[in-house]
């Protein structure tokens, strides 16, 4: 927003915003902290997923959130940072990293929420499947705080570029790389390529070219991006770049 106040204003203006949020692992807002608390998130039904019909790649993969996701990096448990095994999670550096570099008044809010669900969770002594389903709404709860933030701050620019008259002579782009798995299959991470993590985002609003609600199923790739912004600003693709202009799936 600073960016586009001070640019100059008699130039287009092409602005990249990249949030890396929801990225692992999951570091959120601190006034979120304690946002769907109370929600218990439905499991996908492949949560529970034997591979029994698939290749020993699927079976041998390490990115399941029962025996994968760590306790101190991912689940944020620092109480256990003394404890072995989990103290070696702890000296690999990742949450004691995030942690130092809060203020004094972060790491309170920190341990204010955090602390006395760590010590419930401690105490309760979990194993089997409860243990598997605290570890998955620990997981949904922290990613979806971090994806609450990234809707906020798009908001923010949206609410920027309505104010000064912008919307319509603006292409707004939003698109992603690929998405960690929600749970499905077992999995957290994001570096095995089925359907629920292979499919990315885009979305975008040009009321110039494209009407409102218009949908599309045609297959495309991010290297078809920048040969749309160039086709859209007049200017003809280098032949050396790959990928091809959108424009041809604008009418749906």
């Not at 092409?14 to 959120?28: D, F, G």
């Given at each position: 927003?600073?960016?586009?106040?001070?640019?100059?204003?008699?130039?287009?203006?092409?602005?990249?915003?990249?949030?890396?949020?929801?990225?692992?692992?999951?570091?959120?807002?601190?006034?979120?902290?304690?946002?769907?608390?109370?929600?218990?998130?439905?499991?996908?039904?492949?949560?529970?997923?034997?591979?029994?019909?698939?290749?020993?790649?699927?079976?041998?993969?390490?990115?399941?959130?029962?025996?994968?996701?760590?306790?101190?990096?991912?689940?944020?448990?620092?109480?256990?940072?003394?404890?072995?095994?989990?103290?070696?999670?702890?000296?690999?550096?990742?949450?004691?990293?995030?942690?130092?570099?809060?203020?004094?008044?972060?790491?309170?809010?920190?341990?204010?929420?955090y602390h006395p669900k760590n010590m419930e969770f401690i105490n309760s002594n979990l194993s089997g499947d409860a243990l598997l389903d605290w570890k998955f709404q620990r997981y949904m709860r922290d990613y979806l705080r971090c994806i609450k933030s990234i809707d906020d701050e798009v908001g923010r620019l949206i609410d920027y570029l309505e104010k000064e008259g912008l919307m319509d002579n603006t292409i707004i782009v939003y698109t992603s790389d690929q998405g960690f798995y929600m749970g499905e299959h077992g999995w957290f991470d994001k570096r095995f390529m089925y359907e629920e993590s292979f499919r990315t985002p885009l979305i975008i609003r040009y009321p110039k070219a494209i009407m409102s609600g218009t949908k599309t199923d045609a297959l495309v790739q991010n290297i078809d991006f920048a040969p749309t912004y160039l086709s859209l600003a007049g200017i003809e693709k280098p032949t050396e770049m790959s990928g091809v202009s959108l424009e041809g799936l604008f009418d749906g």
């Open positions: 927003i600073d960016f586009l106040k001070n640019r100059d204003r008699s130039k287009p203006f092409a602005l990249l915003v990249h949030h890396k949020a929801p990225h692992r692992n999951w570091m959120p807002e601190a006034k979120y902290y304690d946002l769907y608390e109370d929600v218990e998130f439905p499991k996908p039904e492949t949560f529970y997923d034997d591979y029994e019909s698939r290749c020993s790649a699927a079976r041998t993969q390490d990115m399941t959130i029962d025996k994968t996701m760590t306790f101190i990096y991912d689940l944020k448990l620092n109480e256990l940072k003394n404890t072995p095994p989990y103290n070696k999670e702890w000296s690999d550096g990742g949450l004691q990293q995030a942690m130092d570099q809060m203020t004094p008044a972060q790491r309170e809010a920190w341990e204010k929420s």
